[in-house]
């Protein structure tokens, strides 16, 4: 671009930042502005009524969920491993794929993400299957992109896996994991016992497949050699560096003495190692729901049951098919596939915002919320699983079931996270027809607290971490230990319900919290991101336990949260914020981290805090016409590192229940949070 003479230059900037300036000053005097209580009426009844009408007939919500390019096309593969090509729904599945590819011409885990090899190797592999041109701008970028960061050579244990069911990888290129581990006692070390709900459900199936080590029929003859930097016949370091200890070495040389030595096993061994492994799935089948509910776990079944002969007509082969089918999200152009479904937890998540938003003497539409939650409580309770001891049950055999799994029905792994949203919704709703369910939630709640004080999700205790160091578990999540989000809404939950019996269990897991507080007054969260999402999860834990709001770790906490909000008022944080990246920071505020920044101070007894108005009004400038809000970052995770998720719910149950108990707040006269969530 010429340059301007440089009169002209020196007075325009002049003039213009006069007038940037005096813009900033008006935008910054709205930003601040509190918001009208016209409009925050009318904010809070836009968005009940949007989510009012999103509600199911027969009483409860469910909101997509949504992860990465690779459960799409893992499906992909799956189809033609089976020779079961669905040509129409594979080219929506193609599209959905293009769409999502990076600018660094590959796949990332999440919106914006940095590039991923696993996850860019599985998308070009299903999308060459899908039948694209090599020579296509969108595969040769993938290609370049893929073969610079090393090839598939260099990918996690899990694609490898998928590689070697297809014939483009030796079975060696993967960690051994001889099927006799489904033998092994629950004390010995490598017992599938000591390893987390989905760890367990995932690995049954693929170590028999890992025995069996069937080939994929793939019609097209499908294969991917461009992918290699170095041809897989000539690769001498499939396992490798970098390592989270000196266990990894340990384990890698027990690694290349295992490999070889499994042709030794006695076949008798083995035949009863496959037969328990059989057992062990098709006892926790779980209908057209799926093995642990999760598409991993389901689609290692299908091809388990192909390996072993099954005919695709036995009704095992049957519903397995059909709970992956389930998966499948059409849009009309697109198609993906989710993960998992997560009925239970958006239902007890909408039922909190729909009750906050219809409270109080102003609440909006109160009659019409009333029959809509007694609906939606109806279904909650007729979801409870009462008479299955699940797998939870193997660290503690004399606690009664009474939780709620995440998904429509998954009997054998409840989670405690969603036995206390729900149990605080129940207990709220006040229903006397709700006591007997919120009872027995709070006796399987209690007996699932860790020897630590804190709470996992699905376990007690399990919380092995050499196993985190063995080769196979290169994404660093065999496990589910204790975590600060999930230990905080269990402790809401116990809190809420307030018996007096309770209290040594809330002190040792209020214990555990401050222990766990980071450095800068943040708590990290688990299960949604992240560091904003722990911190809000704890502080509505420690108000609705008593602690006193000048307690240290309540003020370094809030003062984290007034130090991370944005200029627009608003807050949000990024999944990089998991791998090594700033706490609660991103490039843009979030509807859902907003709201869970001003719900976690308003807790902490701040509703009238500068930053908490500030919050508000962004909450209710950025909703739509439609009552909605817009999100497209992901905000949630399943495994740090290695897998991500998007609550396509969240953008909408979060921002209705922060707006409604500020409201709540402001028209009450104690302006106290007295509920655990």
């Known amino acids: ?103 660094h011409g590959g796949w990332p885990l999440y919106e914006n993400g940095e590039f991923d090899l696993s996850a860019s190797v599985k998308a070009y592999f299903a ?77 049954a199936p693929l170590l028999v497949l890992g025995a069996v080590r069937p080939c994929a029929l793939n019609p097209r003859g499908i294969h991917i050699p461009e992918l290699f930097v170095t041809p897989p016949d000539r690769v001498r370091d499939w396992v490798r560096g970098p390592y989270r200890s000196r266990w990894g070495y340990v384990f890698q040389y027990l690694d290349r003495v295992l490999h070889p030595a499994e042709r030794f096993f006695p076949r008798k061994t083995r035949r009863r190692a496959i037969r328990a492994a059989v057992d062990f799935i098709e006892k926790r089948l779980n209908g057209v729901d799926g093995l642990g ?53 958006d239902t007890g998540l909408a039922g909190h915002a729909m009750m906050e938003s219809a409270a109080g003497p102003d ?17 909650l309770r007729g979801r409870q699983i009462l008479d299955v001891k699940g797998d939870w049950a193997m660290n503690s055999p004399d606690v009664k079931p009474g939780g709620w799994a995440f998904q429509y029905n998954n ?46 999700a699905f376990d007690i205790d399990n919380d092995l971490d050499v196993l985190n160091h063995i080769p196979f578990a290169d994404h660093g999540a065999l496990l589910d230990p204790p975590t600060a989000d999930v230990t905080a809404r269990c402790i809401s939950f116990l809190a809420q319900l307030d018996n007096w019996e309770d209290r040594p269990c809330i002190e040792r897991g209020l214990d555990y919290l401050r222990r766990e507080q980071e450095a ?26 008593n602690v006193p709001k000048d307690d240290p770790m309540v003020i370094r906490a809030t003062d984290w949260l007034r130090r991370k909000q944005r200029a627009d008022g608003g ?26 920044a001003v719900l976690g101070m308003m807790a902490a007894g701040l509703k009238d805090d500068r930053a908490v108005a ?53 028209n009450s006269n104690s302006g106290h949070v007295g509920y655990g969530f």
């Open 411 to 456: 009997d054998y792994y409840p989670d405690v996270d969603d036995t206390a949203v729900v149990g605080m919704l129940l207990h709220r709703e006040g229903d006397p027809a709700n006591a007997e369910a919120v009872e027995r939630a709070r006796h399987w709640i209690i007996g699932m607290q860790s020897s630590n004080g804190g709470w996992g």
């Open 614 to 666: 500030r919050g508000v009004a962004y909450l209710a400038r950025t909703q739509g016409k439609d009552g909605e809000w817009a999100e497209e970052p992901y905000n949630a995770v399943g495994f740090p590192k290695v897998f991500y998720l998007r609550y396509h719910g969240y953008r909408q149950f979060f921002p209705l229940m922060a707006l409604s108990r500020y409201r709540n707040l402001h």
């Open 363 to 379: 609440g909006i539409a109160p009659e019409e919320t009333k029959r809509k939650l007694a609906k939606a409580t109806e279904w």
């Open 520 to 545: 800068d007054g943040s708590w990290f969260g688990r299960w949604g991101t992240n560091y904003i999402y722990g911190t809000w999860s704890v502080l509505c834990a420690l108000n609705v336990a």
């Open 293 to 345: 509910a999760i598409y991993p776990a389901m689609a290692n079944t299908v091809m388990m049951f192909r390996a072993l002969g099954v005919p695709d007509s036995d009704p095992r082969a049957v519903t397995a098919w059909e709970a992956v089918q389930r998966l499948l999200v059409n849009q009309g152009k697109e198609t993906y596939c989710q993960p998992c479904v997560s009925p239970i937890w």
């Open 127 to 203: 999308l060459k299957a899908v039948g694209d041109d090599l020579n296509a701008p969108h595969m040769v970028r993938a290609r370049e992109a893929i073969l610079s960061h090393g090839g598939a050579e260099r990918t996690n244990v899990f694609t490898r896996l998928q590689l070697a069911l297809f014939g483009e990888v030796p079975w060696h290129a993967a960690p051994a994991m001889p099927v006799e581990l489904m033998l092994m006692p629950r004390r010995a070390l490598f017992s599938i016992w000591n390893m987390s709900y989905w760890s367990r459900t995932v690995i």
């Open 1 to 103: 671009m010429a340059q301007k003479p440089e009169t002209t230059t020196r007075k325009a900037p002049a003039r213009k930042t006069t007038t940037t300036r005096r813009t900033a000053a008006t935008r910054a005097v709205k930003l601040d502005a509190p918001l009208p209580a016209a409009d925050l009426d009318a904010a809070v009844t836009r968005a009940q009524a949007a989510l009012g009408q999103r509600q199911d007939a027969d009483g409860h919500w469910v909101f997509d969920l949504e992860a990465d390019a690779t459960i799409p096309a893992e499906y992909v593969l799956l189809e033609h491993f089976l020779d079961r090509i669905d040509p129409a729904l594979e080219k929506r599945i193609g599209v959905y794929l293009r769409r999502i590819q990076g600018a």
């Open 571 to 596: 807050w949000g944080e990024g999944c990089e914020s998991y791998e090594g990246g700033p706490h609660g920071e991103y490039g843009q505020s979030l509807p859902s981290q907003t709201a869970w």
